[in-house]
Antibody, heavy 117, light 110 residues
Framework: QVQLQESGPGLVKPSETLSLTCTVS????????WSWIRQPPGKGLEWIGY???????TYNPSLKSRVTISVATSKNQFSLKLRSVTAADTAVYFC???????????WGQGTLVTVSS | QSVLTQPPSVSGAPGQRVTISCTGS?????????AHWYQQLPGTAPKLLIY???NRPSGVPDRFSGSKSGTSASLAITGLQAEDEADYYC??????????FGGGTKLTVL
């Protein structure tokens, strides 16, 4: 059974870079689209971007200038970097798998990242 | 402001039927991209509830059903139960913006 697990610091200082990794277990990362999605406290879901095992990536236009998503197929992992963070980037960050018709059929449990000095 | 529009809240008594709408545009649902629905219980990750407009993943009760018409989609829940109290999100793909979500609807079981 495929599972996703986010990992990374839970506290990031303003203006610094948020870095998270999602580990895929029980299956290969070399298929499907792999995404990051976030949810600010008490608010809705926001798609951040996706990557494919080939390394190609597409980002939400509203975050594109600050985001990089990369994949490490040998480790069965993909990662998120969000630069120049502010308090508005405080959120639960989820990694997720997108299926054949672009539905998110598998989610990690999520990790809360707080931006604060 | 979300690309897909949902009502902020709906409510119903146990046993009743409720529907949640999701209004998109000609660049997402109206362009032929599927609508998908998620249920999010407090403190947990969203769970896929309906995919491809009308399909239920294994394990999802048939009390949940989805439909699509034009630029909109709907989620219906029949025989409402206390455990259905949660936030519900629609999602689709947009030709300009890639993956997009609705703002979410909080379902209260009275």
């Amino acid at each position: 059974q495929v599972q996703l697990q986010e990992s990374g610091p839970g506290l990031v200082k303003p203006s610094e870079t948020l870095s998270l990794t999602c580990t895929v277990s029980g299956g290969s990362i070399s298929t499907y689209f792999w995404s990051w999605i976030r949810q600010p406290p008490g608010k809705g879901l926001e798609w951040i971007g996706y990557t494919y095992y080939s390394g190609s990536a597409t980002y939400n236009p509203s975050l594109k200038s600050r985001v990089t998503i990369s994949v490490a197929t040998s480790k069965n992992q993909f990662s998120l970097k969000l630069r120049s963070v502010t308090a508005a980037d405080t959120a639960v960050y989820f990694c997720a798998r997108a299926g054949d018709i672009l539905e998110f059929d598998l989610w990690g449990q999520g990790t809360l990242v707080t931006v604060s000095s | 402001q979300s690309v897909l529009t949902q009502p902020p809240s709906v409510s119903g008594a146990p046993g009743q039927r409720v529907t949640i709408s999701c209004t998109g545009s000609n660049s997402n649902i109206g362009a032929g991209y599927s609508a998908h629905w998620y249920q999010q219980l407090p403190g947990t990750a969203p769970k896929l509830l309906i995919y491809g407009n009308t399909n239920r993943p294994s394990g999802v009760p048939d009390r949940f059903s989805g439909s699509k018409s034009g630029t909109s989609a709907s989620l219906a829940i029949t025989g409402l139960q206390a455990e259905d109290e949660a936030d519900y999100y629609c999602q689709s793909y947009d030709s300009s913006l890639s993956w997009v979500f609705g703002g979410g609807t909080k379902l209260t079981v009275l």
